[in-house]
C-alpha cells in the first residue's frame, strides 16, 4: 500500500484517528500518510453581510496550516522512518474535497475518527463526515470511534446479507487487508426474526469460492436489531475491525430508517471497514 488519506479538523477525535492510521499504516507498509483538512468559512444567507473578504479567506489558510503543522509535530515521533507524514491545506467542501486529494495522491485508504452518539435523532441529524464520505469513497474508508486503540488486527469479522453474493462481495480489498495482516475472517449474517427468503447454504459456497483460502468462519444470528446484534458478536469474539458493504440501494432512506452502515458508525466501538459493492 502506498498512500493513506486521514482527514482531520483537529479534534481529539481526529487525533485519535490519526494515531490509529499511524499503527495500522505500519502493518499494512504503507509509504505515506497525508494528514487533510478541508476549510471553508461561513456564508451568511443575508445579501446585506455579502461575501467572505479576501483578509477573511487568508486567516482561515493560516488557522488550517498551522493547525496542520502542529498536528504533524505531534505525531512525528510515532512514525516510522520508512514512512512520510505529509499534509494538506484545502480550501473545499469536506467530502468533495477529501475525494479529490484522494485522487491526487492516489490514496488508497481513507481512515476517519467519528463521536459516538446514544440518540438516534441527533444521529439522524446531525450526521457525520465520516458516514457521508463512506457513502460517496470509491476506495475503503475505515471509520474510528473516539475511544478505540489499534492493537493489530487479529479478528475480523465481515457483516454480510447473503443477497447476490458473487456480485457484492469486494474480494480484492477484503484479500489486501488479509494478505497483510494475516487475521482469522469471521463471516456474520443477522437474520430477523422473520425468516428470510435466502439460500444460506448457496451463498456460502459462493463466499467459499471466493474466500476459501482464508478459511473464514461462518456465524448466523438472529436478531430485531441489526446493529445491537453486530455489537454483541464483536464483544463476545473480541473482533478488532467490522468489514461492512453498504448496498447502492436506500442508503439513507428516510430520517429514521437508518442504513446499518451509519448505525453501526455511530455506535459500534471498534473501527468499521466501509467497502462498497
Keep these: 500500500m502506498q498512500s493513506i ?9 481526529a487525533y485519535n484517528a490519526a494515531r490509529y492510521a499511524i499503527a495500522l499504516a505500519a502493518d499494512m507498509k504503507a509509504t505515506k500518510i497525508i494528514l487533510y ?21 487568508e486567516e482561515f489558510k493560516q488557522i488550517s496550516e498551522e493547525g496542520l503543522i502542529k498536528m504533524q509535530n505531534a505525531l512525528q515521533s510515532e512514525v516510522p522512518s520508512s514512512m512520510q507524514l505529509e499534509y494538506e491545506s484545502d ?57 478505540a486503540n489499534y492493537t493489530g488486527l487479529k479478528k475480523v469479522l465481515l ?7 458473487a456480485e457484492t462481495t469486494p474480494v480484492a480489498e477484503i484479500k489486501k487487508l488479509l494478505d497483510v495482516t ?38 448466523f444470528i438472529q436478531g430485531k436489531d441489526f446493529t445491537d446484534a453486530i455489537n454483541q458478536f464483536v ?21 429514521f430508517k437508518r442504513s446499518h452502515t451509519k448505525a453501526l458508525a455511530f455506535h459500534s466501538h471498534i473501527p468499521i471497514m466501509s467497502i462498497h459493492e
Design 235 to 255: 464483544v463476545d469474539n473480541n473482533s478488532d475491525l467490522i468489514i461492512v458493504i453498504p448496498k447502492k440501494h436506500g442508503f439513507l432512506e428516510g430520517i
Design 91 to 147: 480550501y473545499n467542501i469536506i467530502t468533495s474535497g477529501i475525494l479529490e486529494v484522494c485522487k491526487k495522491y492516489n490514496a488508497e485508504l481513507i481512515i476517519m475518527g467519528i463521536t459516538n452518539t446514544e440518540s438516534k435523532l441527533e444521529e439522524a441529524i446531525i450526521g457525520s463526515s465520516a458516514v457521508d464520505v463512506s457513502k460517496h469513497s470509491e476506495i475503503p474508508v475505515i471509520i474510528v470511534p473516539v475511544n
Design 182 to 219: 494475516h487475521a482469522q475472517l469471521d463471516i456474520l449474517h443477522v437474520e430477523a426474526n422473520e425468516s428470510d427468503e435466502l439460500n444460506l447454504d448457496a451463498e456460502k459456497n459462493i463466499i467459499d469460492s471466493l474466500l476459501g483460502n482464508y478459511t473464514p468462519q461462518y456465524h
Design 159 to 165: 457483516a454480510v446479507d447473503f443477497k447476490k453474493s
Design 5 to 13: 488519506l486521514v482527514p482531520t479538523d483537529f479534534s481529539p477525535t
Design 37 to 57: 483538512n478541508a476549510y471553508q468559512p461561513y456564508v451568511s444567507e443575508d445579501p446585506e453581510l455579502g461575501l467572505p473578504l479576501q483578509t477573511d479567506m
